[in-house]
Antibody
């Protein structure tokens, strides 16, 4: 059974940094592309970033490009999101998600989400 | 930029059938697969439909997806509505220029 567990969220001041982690189990992590998706309070889902199975390619939403970095450690079955220069608009629940198939752009599994609050 | 537009809300009675639309703009919706996700209040999203009309194991066949290329839209149909189907529903696809795209979500009320 696929499990994705996020951690690393919390309260951070504007301009600050935070690193999210997602530990995966129940599948061969290194075979699948992975993504981060967020949801601001009371709002819809917003794609943040995706990374290919072998880290060859990474893509970002315009809203986070240049501030966020997605990475992964296939040996540790882990996905990361380094967030810098945070603003209150980054306040959201952040989900990690696994692709349906190794190269799919859709998602089959989601983590439970982790809350990031940017506030002074 | 490619965008997906959903109705803000729909409502229907238990036992009935409801259809939620998702219309593409700025691109051809048939160019990439569409997924549908269900999000119950206070919970993470779960996948209902992938690749336009495929159901993951465990998703009841009351849920079905279809595509209408002539209107550049896809639809999620839920038959035999149950009160537990009350949730937010999101369509999602991909565009080579925009990246991963989500619709704004549709709140389904079952009353």
């Amino acid at each position: 059974q696929v499990h994705l567990v996020e951690s690393g969220g919390g309260l951070v001041k504007p301009g600050g940094s935070l690193r999210l982690s997602c530990v995966a189990s129940g599948f061969i992590f290194g075979d699948y592309s992975m993504s981060w998706i967020r949801q601001a309070p009371g709002k819809g889902l917003e794609w943040v970033a995706s990374i290919s199975s072998s880290s060859v390619s990474a893509n970002y939403a315009d809203s986070v490009k240049g501030r966020f970095t997605i990475s992964r450690d296939n040996a540790q079955n882990s996905l990361f999101l380094q967030m810098r220069s945070l603003t209150d608009e980054d306040t959201a629940v952040y989900y990690c998600a696994r692709a349906v198939y190794p190269l799919s752009s859709g998602y089959s599994n989601w983590g439970q989400g982790i809350l990031v609050t940017v506030s002074s | 930029n490619f965008m997906l537009t959903q109705p803000h809300s729909v409502s229907e009675s238990p036992g009935k059938t409801v259809t939620i639309s998702c219309t593409g703009s700025g691109g051809n919706i048939a160019s990439n697969y569409v997924q549908w996700y269900q999000q119950r209040p206070g919970s993470a999203p779960t996948t209902l439909i992938y690749e336009d009309n495929q159901r993951p194991s465990g998703v009841p066949d009351r849920f079905s997806g279809s595509i209408d290329s002539s209107s550049n839209s896809v639809s999620l149909t839920i038959s035999g509505l149950k009160t537990e189907d009350e949730a937010d529903y999101y369509c999602q696809s991909f565009d080579i220029t925009t990246g991963v795209v989500f619709g704004g979500g549709t709140k389904l009320t079952v009353l």
